[in-house]
């Protein structure tokens, strides 16, 4: 689909499919009644666009009588994919040519809400819906075929946008012309089980040629008639949340310092809300520069540092949240003949969009339209309604793609500030942040404690395990919300900390607690969630226990772990890289060698902790690194990862999911940490956010289990999550050093070769 202007993009799709005077939708739900909904041609000339409920359907299709092909869904695609791999879904159960199919993702007023694009579960959670609505709408027109034919049904076929019954061939929108159905869902429809002409190959991605050509994809290229420019003036405690006097800290704006300036069309200011609108972007620019603008000091951030976050974490005020304890489990731990007790702090990390934020908003007779590119178009729209008191259904959200973000960044914030401008001067209004204005403020993943108890018994075996973890995050409220006051800048704690908590190891005896906690700074989900820090603490401290046991680390890894499917792909992982077993960091280097090497292994599957059993790809990380000795840098040489995802839609996505994940996952390790001061984050610019350049990107091996027969898992974070502790560990094989705090920078690793001359390895 493409995008032009705000006139004809909104209708671009809807004229696609009415062009020959009607169409057919059908949508699969969750368990409700209405599946079909017609559109006459009199509804068309009205500009009425019917679609099933958003409250009852979960994805639904659309044939037109063309033949064209559209399928909706709420989700959205951030680069991951999933746009190609649902259309391979639909293509394939409807057999119909792939380039036949359009995907609509995320347009509030066309597809059914289901929630942000998070935790790996668009393909997981709506394959099966699409799948559904796909093969019912075949049935549907194998059914009207027969009834044009007197062909009985079950000698009907269908062929590539074609019903086939006798001699005759009946196009699928020669079918649906003049149809007017009501269906009941059939939860027991026949899916497509082989011939696949799609599904399971590697299909070009269908957004990768308008990128390469430069044709309109992303919200930063949108243009829409009469549009003005806008830039946002934020209060100077940069991405501070409740502690800070957000909505209470204005004290005097002066319109007259930007009197000066040509194009200035308003100066907006909403409570602590301040804005500039302006003919022209670079005048815009130079009005927010300017314009003088007073606010109340606050200097009360605790210290985030790299070397104050422990005992930061350590002193705030938790909520125990207790998520698995066995009986005995405390007292198995106390009683342990070896005990092993560890703190892994994980630190505050960015999203760092290449691109800013940014979207166009125009309101006007009781209408909000948004464009922007945010994975939450339909939580947006929920915000605006309470930002401008406006019902949701004067609402509409269209998504574009943007810079990308794998968790929170500033997409929602910048749509309301667009919104509260437009309503100001009664047209278009366009705003992009600055960088510094992103970087700051974007919601970042959490810092995070996870402090682990346990210990062995006489024959080396894990006794009990007992964690903690404390991840204190919330859902980050769109900051104009705030600003404007229409919500109290208050804590908001969201239960984020407990993914992927419980190990997936069957130890005697265990304890695991989420220590649920408020936000210190403005903070939401990031990739790989509180999963990602859990698993460095979970296989950091099994690892330590096959070392002090003198045992292979995988090896021992495996007497705990009864998934099937989890052996079955740490078995191929050690075939994979070739794995030579015996105990970690069993031939120590000389001491007067400044490069050593060594190997480390991780395993792990994300849990989302909202929806128990659900798990999403099954991911190892057998890790080669090198390390300086001398100036304590590490490289991270080549990783072997193999992943389970089930059935694969499309090979190449997975793949691409799997190296994505790892090059974000080793510079997050090696490198990546929010800096702040008692006013705010101060990493503001590329310069003060290190990431991994380009010569320090690792091999990459990539192994994808084939299980064609399974449910497809999701694969936007798996692979992410057993990084930091297979680095760790490889780290400790090279040197006899056990890391516990990210990033493994060089200060740090020289620190630890320093403890190391003088205390035994196993204690570092």
């Known amino acids: ?23 057919l939708m059908v949508g699969s739900v969750a368990g409700g009644h209405l599946l079909m909904a017609q559109t006459a041609p009199e509804a068309a000339a009205k ?7 958003a409250k009852l359907v979960d994805s639904f299709i659309a044939i037109g009588a063309d033949g064209s092909v559209t399928a909706y869904n709420g989700h959205v695609d951030l680069g991951t994919g999933v746009r190609t791999a649902l259309g391979q879904l639909v293509a394939d159960e409807l057999y119909v040519d792939f380039a036949a199919v359009t995907m609509v993702l995320g347009h509030t007023a066309r597809t059914p809400d289901l929630g942000p694009t998070i935790a790996s579960n668009t393909i997981q959670v709506s394959s099966l819906p699409m799948r559904h609505a796909a093969a019912q709408v075949r049935q549907l027109l194998i059914k009207l075929a027969s009834e044009k034919s007197g062909i009985p049904a079950d000698r009907i076929t269908t062929q590539k946008g074609f019903v086939i019954a006798g001699g005759k061939r009946f196009g699928y929108g020669e079918l649906v012309q003049g149809q007017d159905l009501q269906i009941e869902v059939d939860a027991k429809i026949e899916l497509r089980k082989s011939g696949f002409e799609y599904v399971g190959k590697s299909v070009q991605r269908v957004d990768i040629p308008n990128k390469v050509l430069g044709a309109l994809t992303y919200i930063h290229d949108l243009r829409v008639p009469g549009m003005l420019h806008g830039r946002v003036i934020r209060p100077p405690y ?19 310092s930007i009197a000066h300036l040509p194009g200035i069309v308003k100066v907006v200011v909403q409570g602590d809300f301040v804005g500039v609108v302006a003919e022209r972007e670079e005048q815009a620019i130079a009005a927010m520069r300017q314009l003088k603008v007073t606010w109340k000091e606050w200097t009360g951030l605790p210290d985030l540092s790299l070397n104050g976050l422990h005992k930061t974490l350590a002193d705030h005020t938790k909520t125990d949240r207790v998520l698995q304890e066995d009986e005995g489990s405390l007292q198995a731990v106390e009683q342990a003949k070896i005990q092993l007790t560890r703190d892994y702090v994980w630190p505050y990390h960015a999203h760092g969009s290449i691109g800013p934020s940014c979207a166009i908003a125009e309101v006007g007779d009781g209408k909000i339209q948004v464009w922007t590119g945010s994975q939450n178009p339909h939580d947006v729209r929920k915000d605006i309604a309470k930002l401008m008191d406006v019902e949701g259904d004067n609402i509409n959200i269209t998504r574009l793609e943007a810079s990308g973000c794998y968790g929170r960044n500033c997409a929602d914030d910048v749509c309301s500030d667009a919104v509260l401008m437009a309503a100001a001067v009664g047209r278009p209004v366009r705003v992009q942040l600055m960088r510094e204005q992103e970087a700051g403020w974007e919601p970042k993943g959490t810092g995070q404690l996870i402090r682990v108890r346990g210990g062995l018994d006489e024959q080396n075996n894990v006794a009990a395990y007992e964690l903690r973890t404390c991840y204190p995050s919330n859902n980050a409220a769109a900051l104009a919300l705030i600003l404007t006051g229409k919500v109290p800048n208050k804590s908001d704690l969201q239960q984020m900390g407990d993914r992927t908590a419980i190990p997936q190891y069957e130890y005697p005896k265990m304890r695991v607690i989420s220590q649920d906690a408020v936000p210190i700074v403005r903070a939401s989900w990031m990739r790989g969630v509180s999963a990602l820090p859990n698993v460095f603490a979970h296989e950091s401290w099994i690892d330590e ?13 495996l007497r705990y772990l009864k998934d099937p499917r989890a052996v079955a792909l740490i ?28 190997r480390g292994f991780a395993y792990a599957r994300y849990f989302h902790s909202k929806f128990p059993g659900y798990g999403a790809a099954w991911a190892t990380w057998v890790v080669d690194v090198t390390v300086d000795r001398e100036t304590g840098e590490v490289k991270v040489d080549k990783v072997f990862v193999a992943q389970d995802t089930g059935a694969m839609v499309n090979p190449a996505g997975v793949r691409h999911q799997v190296h994505g994940n790892v090059v974000q996952a080793t510079s997050r390790v090696l490198k990546e940490f929010v800096t702040f001061d008692k006013s705010g984050v101060t990493s503001v610019e590329w310069g003060g956010y290190p990431i991994l350049r380009f010569d320090e990107l690792p091999e990459i091996d990539s192994l994808l289990v084939e299980r064609p027969d399974e449910a497809p898992m999701g694969a936007g974070e798996s692979a992410s999550v057993p990084s930091a502790a297979a680095v760790a560990n490889a780290i400790f094989d ?22 190391a001359k003088t205390a035994p390895a196993a204690s570092k």
């Not at 000389?590 to 090497?597: H, N």
């Open 238 to 256: 940069t991405g501070a949340d409740a502690t800070a006097p957000l909505g209470s800290s204005l004290v005097s704006v002066d319109e007259k």
């Open 545 to 557: 226990c096959a070392y002090l046991a003198k045992a292979d680390p995988i090896e021992y890894r």
């Open 1 to 23: 689909m493409k995008f032009f202007t705000k006139d004809n993009q909104a209708q671009l799709t809807r004229r696609q499919l009415l062009k020959a005077g009607g169409m």
């Open 734 to 755: 090279a040197t006899g050093v056990r890391l516990l705090e990210v990033p493994f920078t060089p200060s740090r690793v020289l620190a630890a070769l320093k403890v």
């Open 571 to 598: 078995k191929e992982a050690q075939k994979q890289c070739n794995w030579q077993e015996g105990p970690a960091h069993r031939s120590p280097a000389p001491d007067d060698q400044r490069l050593v090497k060594g």
């Open 47 to 53: 500009g009425a666009f019917p679609i099933p409920s």
